[in-house]
C-alpha cells in the first residue's frame, strides 16, 4: 500500500528566499505525481502533475521534479511571496496501475513579507 | 461557472438531520470523486464515480449514500451523522481513470459540522 510522507509538516521563510518542499513515497511503481495546494478551510488547486517518463515539470515560479527509484519528489519555489502561503500537498497513484490516489498530510509554508 | 463547483458550501446538521451535498464539473470529464479532510489528517477517498457508475467505496459508513445521474453531476446524501463525521468534504474530477488521465481538479469543499 502507497505512503506519502512530507516533511516539513510546517515551514517559514522571508519573502523571496527560494525553497524546496520534499515528498516521498513507497511505491515506486507510479506512472505520475500529483502537487496540489490549498489554502485555509478551501480545495485543493493542482499545481503540477509530473509523468513518470519526466524528470521536472515547471510552471512559472514552480519548479517539481521527481525520481522514482529514491522515491522522491520536491517541489521549488522561488522568489517565495507572501502569497505564497498556503499548505501544499503531494499525491501519487495507490498502487501499480491504481487510479486512486494517496495523499501526504502536506507541508503548511508561511512567506514572511 | 467553470471547473468543480460544490454546494453548499457551508453545512450544520443534527445527527437526525438528512441533506445532500451537491458536486457539478464543467470540465467534460468522465470520473468524479468524494474525498473527506478531517483535521490533522490526509484526504481520503470515500467514492468514485467513473461514467456514472461506482468504481470505488472504500469502506464508507452507509449514512454516506452517493449519487451520479450523469458524469457532471455528483452528489452525497447525508443521514444520521456523527459528530465525527465533521470535517470538509471535496468533490473531485478527472478525465478518465486510467494511466495520465488521472489528474484531479478539486471543488472548493464544503464544509460540514455535525452538532
Known amino acids: 500500500k502507497q505512503e506519502v510522507t512530507q516533511i516539513p509538516a510546517a515551514l517559514s521563510v522571508p519573502e523571496g528566499e527560494n525553497l524546496v518542499l520534499n515528498c516521498s513515497f513507497t511505491?515506486?511503481?507510479?506512472?505520475?505525481l500529483q502537487w496540489f495546494r490549498q489554502d485555509p478551510g478551501k480545495g485543493l488547486t493542482s499545481l503540477l502533475l509530473i509523468q513518470s517518463s519526466q524528470r521536472e515539470q515547471t510552471s512559472g515560479r514552480l519548479n517539481a521534479s521527481l525520481d522514482k527509484s529514491s522515491g522522491r519528489s520536491t517541489l521549488y519555489i522561488a522568489a517565495s511571496q507572501p502569497g505564497d502561503s498556503a499548505t501544499y500537498l503531494c499525491?501519487?497513484?495507490?498502487?501499480?496501475?491504481?487510479?486512486?490516489?494517496?495523499f501526504g498530510k502536506g507541508t503548511k509554508l508561511s512567506v514572511i513579507p | 461557472e467553470t471547473g468543480v463547483t460544490q454546494t453548499p458550501r457551508h453545512l450544520v446538521m443534527g445527527m437526525t438531520n438528512k441533506k445532500s451535498l451537491k458536486c457539478e464539473q464543467h470540465l467534460g470529464h468522465n470520473a468524479m470523486y468524494w474525498y473527506k479532510q478531517s483535521a490533522k489528517k490526509p484526504l481520503e477517498l470515500m467514492f468514485v464515480?467513473?461514467?456514472?457508475?461506482?468504481?470505488e467505496n472504500n469502506s464508507v459508513p452507509s449514512r454516506f449514500s452517493p449519487e451520479c445521474p450523469n458524469s457532471s453531476h455528483l452528489f452525497l446524501h447525508l443521514h444520521t451523522l456523527q459528530p465525527e463525521d465533521s470535517a470538509l468534504y471535496l468533490c473531485?474530477?478527472?478525465?478518465?481513470?486510467?494511466?495520465?488521465?488521472?489528474?484531479?481538479?478539486f471543488g472548493p469543499g464544503t464544509r460540514l459540522t455535525v452538532l
Open positions: 499525491a501519487g497513484p495507490s498502487g501499480a496501475g491504481s487510479y486512486q490516489l494517496t
Open positions: 473531485a474530477s478527472s478525465h478518465g481513470t486510467g494511466g495520465t488521465d488521472n489528474e484531479q481538479f
Open positions: 511505491d515506486s511503481a507510479i506512472y505520475n
Open positions: 464515480y467513473n461514467f456514472k457508475e461506482q468504481t
